[in-house]
Nanobody
Framework: QVQVRESGGGLVQPGGSLNLSCTVSGSIFRVYVMGWYRQPPGKQRVLAASITTDGEAVYEDSVKGRFTISIDNVKNTVSLQMNNVKPEDTAVYYC??????????????WGQGTQVTVSS
C-alpha cells in the first residue's frame, strides 16, 4: 500500500513562515502529481497548490506569491514553503498523491493531515 504522510504543521504568527513536507512511500512505480489541499474550520477542502514530477505547479490565487511548492522526485517528497502567512491560512493541510504502483495500478492517496494555525 502507498502511504502519504505530512509533517511540519504548527502554530505560526501572521507574517511568519512555515514549511510543510509530505512523503509518499510504498511500492511505487511512478508519482504523477502531488498536491497540498487545505480545509479551514467549517469550510470545504480546497486545493492550495499542486505540482507534477516535471515541476509544473499550480496555486490557488490566495496563496500565489506567498507559497511555493516543490517536489523531490528522488525522495518522493513534496514541500510547501509558506511565507507571509495570514490568519485565513489556518486549516488542516492534507497531502495528496497520484501515481501508479509497480503493477501499473494507479493510486490516489491522502495523508492524515497536519494542522496549521496562524494566530498572534
Amino acid at each position: 500500500q502507498v502511504q502519504v504522510r505530512e509533517s511540519g504543521g504548527g502554530l505560526v504568527q501572521p507574517g511568519g513562515s512555515l514549511n510543510l513536507s509530505c512523503t509518499v512511500s510504498g511500492s511505487i512505480f511512478r508519482v504523477y502529481v502531488m498536491g497540498w489541499y487545505r480545509q479551514p474550520p467549517g469550510k470545504q477542502r480546497v486545493l492550495a497548490a499542486s505540482i507534477t514530477t516535471d515541476g509544473e505547479a499550480v496555486y490557488e490565487d490566495s496563496v500565489k506569491g506567498r507559497f511555493t511548492i516543490s517536489i523531490d522526485n528522488v525522495k518522493n517528497t513534496v514541500s510547501l514553503q509558506m511565507n507571509n502567512v495570514k490568519p485565513e491560512d489556518t486549516a488542516v493541510y492534507y497531502c495528496h498523491a497520484v501515481g501508479s504502483l509497480n503493477d501499473n495500478s494507479q493510486f490516489n492517496n491522502w495523508g492524515q493531515g497536519t494542522q496549521v494555525t496562524v494566530s498572534s
